[in-house]
């Protein structure tokens, strides 16, 4: 099958992760859990890494295990200057308006973390579809569900019309999984039993596109 659809992960994927952004995001999570759920300061770090393993994200171990409300929860989390750490991007927006496909943003934030982003990238117009955390509710990246409600949402069922981009290594071994092609974005060498195609940038995506698209 021809490839149709890209699926973009949003956090250190169409950024690199070295500008600092995501520590914030992740201090901001425990920061929510200390001062609204008084979750002790010195068990957050093993809690959340616990809620990664079991349930993909620690917004959905959040909801399992205390029934917090996920907007307030993402809208608490994502409340940071993002213009301080994302700065326009001509290059990356010269290269998806060049790709002949459908480009999806597929993250585990939401929308409204997904708009500040793109819209500091200078991209936000450059993509067709979001797919946020909330519509793959009330799984996440990187089950196989999340992955099958990505596809109705698109509304191609073929996973084999996908190429998935995405900084986690988890992430890239379910889309293999389901049949998509695959990609890890990461400065980082990743050893895996799978065969995992990797480019350290977003700005090398036409090294893993087909010939004609280079």
């Known amino acids: 099958m021809s490839l149709r659809t890209i699926l ?23 920061d929510f859990m200390h001062d609204r759920l008084l979750i002790p300061l010195d068990q957050i770090s093993q809690i959340r890494q616990n809620y990664y393993e079991a349930y993909g994200t620690t917004l959905r171990g959040l909801e399992r295990d205390f029934c917090i409300n996920p907007e307030e929860y993402l809208e608490y989390v994502h409340n940071v200057p993002i213009q301080d750490f994302v700065k326009p991007d001509p290059a990356l927006r010269e290269i998806l308006i ?9 993250t585990n934030a939401d929308v409204n973390h ?5 819209d500091a990238l ?5 993509f067709d579809q ?7 509710a009330p ?3 990187p089950f196989r569900e999340a992955f099958i409600t ?3 949402l698109v509304g191609d069922l073929d996973p084999q019309n996908y190429l998935l981009l995405d900084d986690a290594p988890k992430n890239i071994a379910a889309a293999l999984d389901i049949g ?3 990609v890890l974005i990461s400065r980082n060498h990743v050893d895996s039993e799978k065969k995992i195609i990797q480019i350290e940038s977003i700005h090398q995506i036409y090294k893993v596109l087909p010939k004609s698209c280079r």
């Open 139 to 141: 799984f996440c990246k």
């Open 150 to 152: 990505a596809m109705n």
């Open 8 to 30: 973009f992960d949003l956090d250190e994927t169409l950024y690199p992760s070295e500008n600092g952004l995501w520590q914030v995001l992740r201090d901001r999570m425990g």
């Open 122 to 126: 200078g991209v936000r117009d450059c």
């Open 130 to 136: 979001i797919i946020d955390v909330m519509a793959m």
């Open 114 to 118: 997904s708009y500040r982003v793109l």
């Open 98 to 106: 060049t790709l002949p496909y459908h480009k999806v943003i597929f």
């Open 180 to 182: 998509m092609r695959a």
